[in-house]
């Protein structure tokens, strides 16, 4: 198989807005409560470099990917039978570039990759409450669900020699459990399970169709308060399986995956917020071996909704 045809497709899964995109991580301290009515803007900007592919379902030896990620996304905070739910909705904007040692393939490309939509709740431990009641709310410990969409609105053409869309949709249902402790509730201890679950692409190398089975993660996240107005986290995710089929020929590529990262969040004034990320692959098989920084905005208003 050319080198070149490998590339086409190696970036099929690169842009993953509802997750950071070079370590998959779900932030720490999502299932925390928040009081209803609370909207937040988050404007973000991601680079990761990679040795290897970052597509999920392939590992091209000798590649080198830049990437350059910028991310507008929207979170709505409300109540359902008395309980904490919210959506969120993102849209990544890129610049990747990519090569292939020992040989003349390269190239590079611009735009929207593919949106990703979520739906999330608190099943215990998360009330909806409006402002003046969550001024008297301890934090506790909560559990959450939720179901991440991406969907393949970015650019793909199977023919082009790097793309920002995967052309698939994929699925990722998680459960997550959230503990505060310690005095004053500084620590807080945070277990997500999830699984990204994809489509087909039947257009994968032209007129090809890519099967991948799922991709089973779990990740832990430990953070500490410094203040009330910055904490940090350190950040573990394993995870395995999503072997792929190609043109129903097992690629017999199962991945085994272990990523570590940090995340600060400082609070600039009462309605922002400054997070910086950092994400590295510190054990991979058929796997991407990659690392990246992120650095997002947060703009909140409009609390005290019912």
Known sequence: MSARPLLVCAVLAVL????TAYAQFTDPRTYENTPVGTN??????AYARANTSIDTSLVVAGAKFDLHQGTVGYTRYFGWLHRLMWVEAAVPFANLGGSISGTNVHGSIAGAGDSSYAVSMLLKGGPALGEAQFQHYTPRTTLGVSLAVTAPTGSYDSARLLNLG???WSFKPEIGLSHPFGPDHKWV??????????TDNTSYRGREVLRQEPLVGLEGHISYSFSDRIWTSFDARYSGRAATVIDGVNQDNPQRNFVVGSETNISLTASSSLVVEFGK???????PAVAGVAVKYHY????GGT
């Open 300 to 303: 909140t208003w409009g609390t």
């Open 166 to 168: 995967a052309d698939r």
């Open 16 to 19: 993953q807005p509802a997750d």
């Open 189 to 198: 201890l945070d277990v997500y399970g999830n699984v990204y679950w994809y």
């Open 40 to 45: 937040q803007v988050e404007l973000g900007y």
């Open 281 to 287: 692959a510190v054990a991979h098989r058929n796997g």
